[in-house]
């Protein structure tokens, strides 16, 4: 039978009879895999476009915090350089005001002794500073404004000096600074070191019970001005010592003799507030 076209012609002869048919040696048989096309969007979209039930991926954080591995824009500096950077005080500044409003309530209860292990995580200089400048202002104008009920009482001329707002920032800038850092030295001499931070951090938060000592202060009684101020100071070196007890202890035979000195010397600062600040004099 002949075809036309491109059919071929087949031998009538060679296909009578019962011959099991060969497969054609140059005959490639082709086999069609399953597809791999995708619908689009992809699944993995989902939620990016089709709205699907999952978050789109980028609805995080990812812009807020740093991807493991990443290389970011501008390389952390190493070495003590690292101190001179915004990025290496940060950390330190990364609370909310629920973490200072518990913190401030900790440092008016002194005998919890808790406050270190509960920052131990996550110190902050944030409190610290605003607790520090809010002081500052506060005891130079209740200091200036008792003065001057004090004069005009007594009819007496009187005249404001811009010096108290100086002295107080010298007075508690330079201790919540300068006495962690004494004591860091101390205690690292003494193979107890503590973090330079966390000190900050105590000594700052145990300044905030001498704001509302200053606000008593305007009490025109000497007397109960002294009651106040050391019962504000005492609840301050409390607060101060027994947070370090536990950890000073570890210093050896004299951790005693340095929580007797931390807490006198929050007791003389509560007594040079008292002095400077509170004593009025025509």
């Not at 019962?18 to 597809?35: M, Y």
């Not at 920052?119 to 944030?126: E, I, K, R």
């Not at 605003?130 to 506060?138: E, Q």
């Not at 009684?221 to 504000?232: D, K, N, S, T």
């Amino acid at each position: 039978m002949m075809s036309s076209g491109g059919y071929t012609s087949l031998d009538h002869q060679k296909v009578s009879g019962s011959v099991p048919a060969v497969s054609d040696p140059g005959h490639t048989s082709v086999k069609f895999t399953e597809s791999n096309l995708q619908t689009f969007p992809p699944s993995e979209a989902q939620g990016k476009i089709s709205g699907g039930s999952r978050p789109p991926r980028d609805a995080d954080d990812s812009f807020s915090k740093p991807v493991p591995g990443g290389s970011s824009e501008e390389p952390p500096s190493r070495g003590w350089l690292s101190m001179f950077t915004v990025a290496a005080y940060k950390p330190y500044f990364d609370v909310d005001t629920s973490d200072v409003l518990d913190r401030i309530k900790e440092s008016l209860i002194p005998f919890r002794g808790s406050f270190t292990e509960k920052t131990a995580s996550n110190p902050d200089l944030y409190g610290p500073f605003w607790i520090c400048t809010t002081l500052i202002f506060v005891a130079a104008s209740i200091g200036t404004f008792v003065t001057y009920v004090a004069h005009k009482l007594q009819k007496k001329d009187w005249d404001y000096d811009i010096n108290m707002i100086t002295w107080s920032a010298g007075l508690f800038y330079g201790y919540v600074t300068m006495v962690p850092l004494c004591l860091y030295v101390i205690l690292k001499y003494f193979s107890a070191p503590s973090g330079i931070v966390q000190l900050l951090c105590l000594y700052g938060y145990s300044l905030f019970i001498f704001i509302p000592a200053s606000c008593l202060s305007v009490v025109p009684m000497e007397l109960f001005r002294w009651v106040v101020a050391g019962l504000a100071g005492f609840m301050s070196a409390t607060f101060v010592a027994l947070n370090l007890r536990a950890h000073i202890i570890s210093a050896g035979e004299r951790w005693f003799l340095i929580v007797v000195g931390i807490f006198l010397l929050q007791l003389a600062l509560a007594v040079v507030l008292k002095l400077y600040l509170f004593t009025v004099t025509v």
